[in-house]
Nanobody
């Protein structure tokens, strides 16, 4: 599966932004999808994950309540709605796909076999 992330940009603190990740190739609904981010000088970290059907989601503590992950299997796309952005959300955001069973999500980067290119989100305070 090939992944293409988009939607990043330069925004002010407090506003919202929605990232998209379009998948092509094998059946999108076969994959658990995740978003990760890497801030300058830091390691890449988990942000959110969504199960294959979209019925289960998981979030990092730092974004819970502000970010929402969703997916549209008919459009082969996963989204990350980011609200009330903070300067510390500044990072390159990556989408990833994991071939896992139904009903699960995943936080570990090693669970994901497919990665898109990053889309940069810069939040000015």
């Amino acid at each position: 599966v090939q992944l293409q992330a988009s939607g990043g940009g330069l925004v002010q603190a407090g506003v919202s932004l929605r990232l998209s990740c379009a998948a092509s190739g094998r059946t999108f609904s076969m994959y658990v999808m995740g978003w990760f981010r890497q801030a300058p000088g830091k390691e890449r970290e988990f942000v959110a994950s969504i199960s294959r059907s979209g019925g289960r989601t998981d979030y990092a503590h730092s974004v819970k309540g502000r970010f929402t992950i969703s997916r549209d299997n008919a459009k082969n796309t996963v989204y990350l709605q980011m609200n009330t952005l903070k300067a510390e959300d500044t990072a390159a955001y990556y989408c990833a796909a994991a071939n896992l069973p139904l009903g699960v999500t995943a936080r570990g980067q090693d669970r994901y076999g497919y990665w898109g290119q990053g889309t940069l989100v810069t939040v000015s305070s």
